[in-house]
């Protein structure tokens, strides 16, 4: 602020100091300061109040400053593109509001299903991409919704029927999982599906030593199919095991459900697994659990690097959504899906059409036929 354009006002109340003030410098001058003042140059006591007048000056010629400097192009530059950027925050929002309206039902369907929110909302997101412009001009139909659901989840979901690893001699195969996700069932499954039924020399590899009856459990079931036998306690006996198999063509081995206590045993083994790359782990998985459980069990046996994904007990599932989520999330290939307790029979190998539809409702046909 410049001294020479500021002014003292002296009055025996402040507001008569400002009145004066304000009627010779107008109401842009700005007011600096008041003080008490003991006595004045008229020799009585009252108020002095500084004023500085360059606001007022500077009131008088904005257009002209701003516009010797440029300024006022930046400021209108800058007003074109706040209108800009307020239309399309408008246009968001109006799209944001008619697309939830109109994805409503796919969006309440996965949430049926038990996919995780955060998976239903983007798969929400892409499906509106998917109906394009199209839809912002009409509601899409039933069938429209549904058919891009199902294009979405097949461009992201994954299938590899199969087991071991292709580029090995010989298909070895290890299942591992939560307890009770059913691994000694589906390998007896395997056994059949991928051994026995195809012609392959095959033979099973117990290597859960503590638990007595499941070992039996699964001697039991290569008995019934004629398969040798045999049960490996340690990572080197497994690996005395593989050699005494050589001439087999396909290898499954069995193992325990680790708890959360037995974490440094479990790791034993997935150093084992890990370091020969012609063992390859498949993940067991029941899909009667809820997707944060399969989750939590994905993570815990992440450290086997699972290359696939068997689920179980689809015969006992509500919904198939946290399959189908998981199966996303963890971006590997579903292998097999089991919907039964009885062996052979209850595997098939998965298919994508399969997998999409349990996401899939009923036509609107369909549904009045079986209502
Ligand atoms: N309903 C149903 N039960 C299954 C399925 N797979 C396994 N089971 C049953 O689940 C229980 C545990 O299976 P098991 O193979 O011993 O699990 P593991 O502990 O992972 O080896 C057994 O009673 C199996 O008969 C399935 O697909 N459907
Ligand atoms: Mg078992």
Same mark, same amino acid.
Request: with cysteine.
């Given at each position: 602020?410049?001294?020479?354009?500021?002014?003292?006002?002296?009055?025996?109340?402040?507001?008569?100091?400002?009145?004066?003030?304000?009627?010779?410098?107008?109401?842009?001058?700005? /007011?600096?300061?008041?003080?008490? *003042?003991?006595?004045?140059?008229?020799?009585?006591?009252?108020?002095?109040?500084?004023?500085?007048?360059?606001?007022?000056?500077?009131?008088?010629?904005?257009?002209?400053?701003?516009?010797?400097?440029?300024?006022?192009?930046?400021?209108?530059?800058?007003?074109?593109?706040?209108?800009?950027?307020?239309?399309?925050?408008?246009? /968001?929002?109006?799209?944001?509001?008619?697309?939830?309206?109109?994805?409503?039902?796919?969006?309440?369907? /996965?949430?049926?299903?038990?996919?995780?929110?955060?998976?239903?909302?983007?798969?929400?997101?892409?499906?509106?991409?998917?109906?394009?412009?199209?839809?912002?001009?009409?509601?899409?139909?039933?069938?429209?919704?549904?058919?891009?659901?199902?294009?979405?989840?097949?461009?992201?979901?994954?299938?590899?029927?199969?087991?071991?690893?292709?580029?090995?001699?010989?298909?070895?195969?290890?299942?591992?999982?939560?307890?009770?996700?059913?691994?000694?069932?589906?390998?007896?499954?395997?056994?059949?599906?991928?051994?026995?039924?195809?012609?392959?020399?095959?033979?099973? *590899?117990?290597?859960?030593?503590?638990?007595?009856?499941?070992?039996?459990?699964?001697?039991?079931?290569?008995?019934?199919?004629?398969?040798?036998?045999?049960?490996?306690?340690?990572?080197?006996?497994?690996?005395?095991?593989?050699?005494?198999?050589?001439?087999?063509?396909?290898?499954?081995?069995?193992?325990?459900?680790?708890?959360?206590?037995?974490?440094?045993?479990?790791?034993?083994?997935?150093?084992?697994?890990?370091?020969?790359?012609?063992?390859?782990?498949?993940?067991?998985?029941?899909?009667?659990?809820?997707?944060?459980?399969?989750?939590?069990?994905?993570?815990?046996?992440?450290?086997?690097?699972?290359?696939? /994904?068997?689920?179980?007990?689809?015969?006992?599932?509500?919904?198939?959504?946290?399959?189908?989520?998981?199966?996303?999330?963890?971006?590997?290939?579903?292998?097999?899906?089991?919907?039964?307790?009885?062996?052979?029979?209850? *595997?098939?190998?998965?298919?994508?059409?399969?997998?999409?539809?349990?996401?899939?409702?009923?036509?609107?046909?369909?549904?009045?036929?079986?209502?």
């Amino acid at each position: 602020m410049n001294s020479q354009t500021r002014r003292s006002y002296f009055a025996q109340t402040v507001e008569a100091a400002v009145a004066q003030a304000r009627l010779e410098l107008g109401d842009d001058a700005l /007011l600096v300061e008041s003080r008490r *003042i003991a006595g004045h140059e008229q020799g009585s006591a009252g108020y002095e109040v500084l004023f500085d007048s360059a606001c007022a000056d500077r009131s008088e010629t904005p257009a002209t400053s701003l516009e010797t400097s440029g300024l006022a192009e930046q400021v209108a530059g800058l007003q074109r593109d706040l209108a800009r950027m307020n239309a399309l925050l408008r246009h /968001l929002a109006a799209a944001a509001y008619h697309s939830d309206a109109a994805l409503a039902p796919v969006a309440a369907r /996965l949430g049926d299903l038990g996919f995780p929110p955060e998976l239903s909302s983007e798969l929400v997101f892409h499906i509106e991409r998917r109906l394009g412009r199209a839809h912002q001009r009409e509601i899409p139909s039933e069938r429209d919704l549904q058919r891009t659901l199902a294009a979405e989840l097949e461009s992201r979901l994954q299938v590899s029927p199969g087991v071991g690893r292709d580029a090995a001699a010989r298909k070895i195969v290890v299942l591992v999982g939560p307890p009770g996700s059913g691994k000694t069932t589906t390998l007896a499954k395997l056994a059949v599906a991928a051994g026995v039924s195809q012609g392959l020399p095959a033979a099973i *590899i117990s290597t859960d030593s503590f638990r007595v009856a499941a070992a039996d459990q699964l001697r039991s079931y290569a008995a019934i199919l004629g398969l040798p036998f045999d049960c490996a306690e340690t990572p080197g006996d497994l690996m005395r095991c593989l050699e005494a198999h050589r001439n087999k063509r396909l290898l499954l081995v069995d193992t325990p459900g680790y708890g959360p206590g037995e974490a440094d045993l479990a790791a034993e083994w997935a150093r084992l697994f890990r370091s020969r790359s012609e063992i390859e782990v498949q993940l067991v998985l029941n899909a009667s659990t809820r997707f944060r459980d399969m989750e939590s069990a994905l993570a815990f046996w992440s450290s086997y690097s699972p290359s696939r /994904l068997i689920f179980t007990r689809l015969d006992e599932a509500a919904g198939c959504g946290g399959i189908l989520a998981l199966a996303m999330s963890s971006a590997l290939p579903v292998s097999f899906l089991c919907a039964g307790q009885s062996v052979p029979e209850d *595997i098939e190998p998965a298919a994508l059409s399969r997998l999409v539809s349990f996401a899939m409702e009923q036509e609107p046909a369909a549904r009045a036929a079986t209502a």
